[in-house]
């Protein structure tokens, strides 16, 4: 069972950019598929950006394609989300979620059995 730890959030102005990490352990971190979810307050926990096992596929929502770029490093088990042109309305809590051995993951909250804690992103105007 694999464990994920975010880090990396903070408070950026409109425009800027932050890079998150989660780091993993407990697990053959190569054999995961990664993603990243987001919560607002008020709102549904809602996708962002998804690497398949073997990062054969990556994939992101509509509302920040061209803007994030997920990557990972197998080697040192973690997973980044560079978030570049921030908008206030990326202001979110930022999750991590990973599950074992799908080339092509899910972009629902269920598909992703592990979750970190999460990190805190605030985008001011």
């Known amino acids: 069972q694999v464990q994920l730890v975010e880090s990396g959030g903070g408070l950026v102005q409109a425009g800027g950019s932050l890079r998150l990490s989660c780091a993993a352990s407990g697990g053959t971190f190569s054999m995961y598929a990664l993603a990243w979810f987001r919560q607002a307050p008020g709102k549904e926990r809602e996708f962002v950006s998804a690497d398949g096992w073997g990062s054969r596929i990556t994939y992101y929502a509509d509302s920040v394609k061209g803007r994030f770029t997920i990557s990972r490093d197998n080697a040192k088990s973690t997973v980044w989300l560079q978030m570049d042109s921030l908008k206030p309305e990326d202001t979110a809590v930022y999750y991590c979620?990973?599950?074992?051995?799908?080339?092509?993951?899910?972009?629902?909250?269920?598909?992703?059995?592990?979750w970190g804690q999460g990190t805190q992103v605030t985008v001011s105007s």
């Open positions: 979620a990973a599950i074992y051995g799908q080339g092509r993951p899910g972009r629902g909250q269920r598909d992703y059995p592990y």
